[in-house]
C-alpha cells in the first residue's frame, strides 16, 4: 500500500478519533453493499493502514513473529491474522492496538452476516444454490435480460430412476449420488453459469448469454458427462442417466413460465424414453451421439 502524501493522525487525538470512527462506518457500512470476503478484507486493510503508524498492513493465515500481528476472529473461529509493518520493526501502542481492535472486530461481524447469508443460500448437502436463491438469482439475470438485451437458458436436471438408487442402496448412496451429480455440474459449467438444487434429485443450472446453439451444446456435454458417474455397490457398478429440459428465455415470460418451460421439455424426455436432453423450441437437428465409455467409477458413500 501507499499512503499518497496524507498527514499522520496518531499525534492528533480529535483527528485521529474522528478517523477511526470514519473507518469503522465504512467498513460496517460494507454489510449492505457486498456480497465477497475479498473486498471486506481489502477494506479493513486500507483502515487499518489509515488509521495506525505502519507501512503496511498484510492479511496472513498465520502470525509472523518479526512484526505484531492481531487475530481475526469470525464466530468463534480464527480466519486469520493482520499483520502490521513497520520499519524498523516494534510494537504497536497501546492505542493502536484498540484502534486496530474496534476496526477488525467489525469486520469480523461483517464477515459473519456474510457467512450465514452465503449459508442461507446455499444447499447443506450439495453445496449447489438451494430453491430460494436460485428463483432470487433467477430474477436477477432475467433483469439484466431486460436491461442489456442479453439471452438466458435455463436447463432442468432430472436424475432417472433416482428413487430406486435410494430404494435398493439406501439415502447414503443416494445423497452421494447428488452430491457427485452437484460437483460435476459445477466443474462442468462456466464460473458465471448458476447450478441450483431444484428439490429432490433436480437440478437448475442458469446459463447467461448462452442461447441457440451454445446453450444446446453445454446441455448435451453436460448430458454425456452425468453418464460417466457410476456409483459402485456391493451388486458392482451401477450406471446413472439423466434428462435434461433446455428452454430460453423470451419477454415477457416471468421465472415461474421459464421455468415451467423447462419442466414440459424435461417432461417430453422422460416420456420419450429419458437419458436425452429435449428443448422447448422443439426437435433437435441432430441425432443425441452414443453413450462414452465410463471414466472410472465414483464411490458411494
Known sequence: MTRPGLPHHMNDGATFTAQLTGGVRRVAALAHSVRDEDTVLRALRYELYYALDVDDVRYEPRQDPTWPSLPLIVDNRRRGVLVFVTHPPRRLSEDEIDAAAALIETAAAVLALLEARHAARIDSLTGALNHGAMLSRLEEEIDRCRRYRTGLA??????????????????????????????????????????????????????????????????????????????????????????????????????????????????????????????????????????EMPNEPAAAG
Open 154 to 291: 435455463c436447463l432442468l436436471i432430472d436424475l432417472d430412476d433416482f428413487k430406486a438408487i435410494n430404494d435398493r442402496w439406501g439415502h447414503a448412496t443416494g445423497d452421494s449420488v447428488l452430491r457427485q451429480v452437484a460437483m460435476l455440474l459445477r466443474t462442468e459449467f462456466r464460473a458465471h453459469d448458476q447450478v441450483a438444487r431444484y428439490g429432490g434429485d433436480e437440478f437448475v443450472v442458469l446459463l447467461p448469454h448462452a442461447v441457440g446453439p451454445r446453450a444446446e451444446i453445454a446441455a448435451r456435454r453436460a448430458l454425456r458427462r452425468l453418464r460417466d458417474i457410476h456409483v459402485v455397490t456391493d451388486e458392482g457398478r451401477q450406471p446413472l442417466s439423466a434428462s435434461i429440459g433446455l428452454a430460453e428465455w423470451a419477454e415477457p415470460e416471468t421465472p415461474a413460465e421459464l421455468l415451467a418451460k423447462a419442466d414440459q421439455a424435461l417432461l417430453a424426455g422422460k416420456r420419450g424414453g429419458k437419458d436425452q436432453l429435449r428443448s422447448a423450441s422443439g426437435e433437435w437437428p441432430w441425432e443425441d451421439p452414443a453413450p
